[in-house]
């Protein structure tokens, strides 16, 4: 019998999101990507809430900032690859490509997707459809390319894209809507993007937040996701070429749009 996820977005610093799960046939409790301790804690604590779980997805401080004042309260494992034990605070469990970690009575599934950082991981809960994925995937964007290839980061991207439509992305950032900007420039006759920007300009308006988003939605409107199709290889000038290679162009763009 599959169990469910009771997932929580916790807003923090100036545009962060710590996600905050829990499991409840067993109580397991966990913390994904905790920028800062204090907000969590406290968010648990509202909750009656026992944090018993770390799971980082890289190295950034705006994502580990959190873990060692978050453990000291509660004495919870912190989850991370083994590739960046050096570079995550206080890591007790080392995962990598294809282990299965079971969280309470659920599993994730890790998959190494280089890119953003060199030991970027995310965890796939299948049953649960639900893929915490850090800074790879955001909607209607992708993070910057700071330790990765081109081939590397276009590589991860596929591997999540090939997760089925219905696995909510629950991603670190609220970029949405600069990312939607960028977006529209790129693939200008795409009808579900334009719509999916006046949904999401509809949504800030009134201070909703616009993660999660839905896989199946990113496939669609996602220029990132999309750099082995016409469409975008064609807005690019880049019509057949390595999709790896079309992907450095859009990231390129994206890097200094304004």
Same mark, same amino acid.
């Given at each position: 019998m599959s169990t469910s996820?009771?997932?929580?977005?916790? %807003? /923090? +610093?100036?545009d962060n999101y710590v996600w905050l799960m829990?499991?409840?046939?067993?109580?397991?409790?966990?913390v994904?990507?905790?920028a800062v301790a204090? %907000? /969590? +804690?406290?968010?648990?604590?509202?909750?009656r809430w026992k944090i018993s779980h770390i799971l980082n997805t890289h190295h950034h401080g705006d994502h580990v900032g959190g873990n060692m004042e978050i453990r000291q309260a509660t004495g919870c494992t912190i989850v991370g690859n083994r590739r960046d034990r050096a570079r995550i605070p206080g890591i007790d469990v080392e995962v990598d490509d294809g282990d299965r970690y079971r969280?309470?009575?659920a599993e994730a599934e890790i998959f190494f997707i280089p890119g953003h950082t060199s030991g970027h991981i995310a965890y796939a809960f299948r049953d649960q459809r639900a893929l915490f994925c850090g800074d790879t995937i955001f909607a209607l964007g992708c993070g910057k390319m700071f330790e990765g290839t081109p081939q590397q980061f276009w590589t991860s991207l596929s591997r999540l894209r090939s997760l089925p439509d219905d696995m909510r992305v629950y991603c670190a950032h609220e970029y949405t809507q600069s990312n939607a900007r960028f977006a529209v420039t790129v693939e200008t006759d795409n009808g579900q993007l334009m719509a999916r920007r006046a949904a999401v300009d509809a949504a800030r308006a009134r201070g909703e937040a616009t993660v999660p988003s839905l896989l199946g939605e990113e496939k669609q409107t996602n220029p990132f996701l999309r750099a082995d199709l016409p469409g975008v290889q064609k807005a690019v000038g880049m019509v057949g070429k390595d999709p790896a290679l079309v992907f450095a162009e859009v990231r390129q763009r994206k890097d200094v749009f304004r």
């Open positions: 996820l009771e997932i929580v977005r916790i %807003p /923090v +610093l100036s829990r499991e409840p046939q067993s109580g397991c409790v966990g994904v990507d905790p204090a %907000p /969590v +804690l406290a968010e648990a604590e509202k909750r969280f309470g009575e």
